[in-house]
């Protein structure tokens, strides 16, 4: 079970790479079409926050793939692993309390 920290790990670089390609964004198309006054440094900036968040986000959105199957995986095993133990019924076991 120490794939669910990751994938949670994952999930929120995930958002944040997400939040910074929307930020990248509504900083370069405006500056593009001349809304805004252009920076060098800003325009810079933006395709930095665009690129690296594409970046986190298909690096992250891989690794949680491999965690669910890992998962998956590891859950299949438990549960091949219980059908195999041969449980049995206590018999009144109202009286054992």
Same mark, same amino acid.
């Given at each position: 079970?120490? &794939? @669910?920290? /990751?994938? #949670?790990?994952?999930? /929120?670089?995930? @958002?944040? !790479?997400?939040?910074?390609?929307?930020? !990248?964004?509504?900083?370069? %198309?405006?500056?593009?079409?001349?809304? %805004?006054?252009?920076?060098?440094?800003?325009?810079?900036?933006?395709?930095?926050?665009?690129?690296? !968040?594409?970046?986190?986000?298909?690096?992250?959105? &891989?690794?949680? /793939? #491999?965690?669910?199957? #890992? @998962?998956?995986?590891? #859950?299949? /095993?438990?549960?091949?692993?219980?059908?195999? %133990?041969?449980?049995? @019924?206590?018999?009144?076991?109202?009286?054992?309390?």
């Amino acid at each position: 079970m120490n &794939s @669910l920290p /990751k994938i #949670e790990s994952c999930r /929120k670089v995930i @958002l944040a !790479g997400r939040i910074a390609v929307m930020g !990248g964004g509504a900083v370069l %198309i405006p500056m593009l079409v001349s809304a %805004i006054q252009f920076d060098p440094a800003v325009i810079a900036v933006a395709v930095t926050a665009v690129i690296g !968040g594409i970046v986190a986000v298909g690096s992250n959105h &891989s690794t949680t /793939k #491999e965690a669910m199957h #890992e @998962l998956t995986t590891a #859950e299949a /095993k438990r549960t091949a692993l219980i059908g195999q %133990i041969d449980l049995r @019924l206590v018999p009144n076991r109202d009286k054992l309390q």
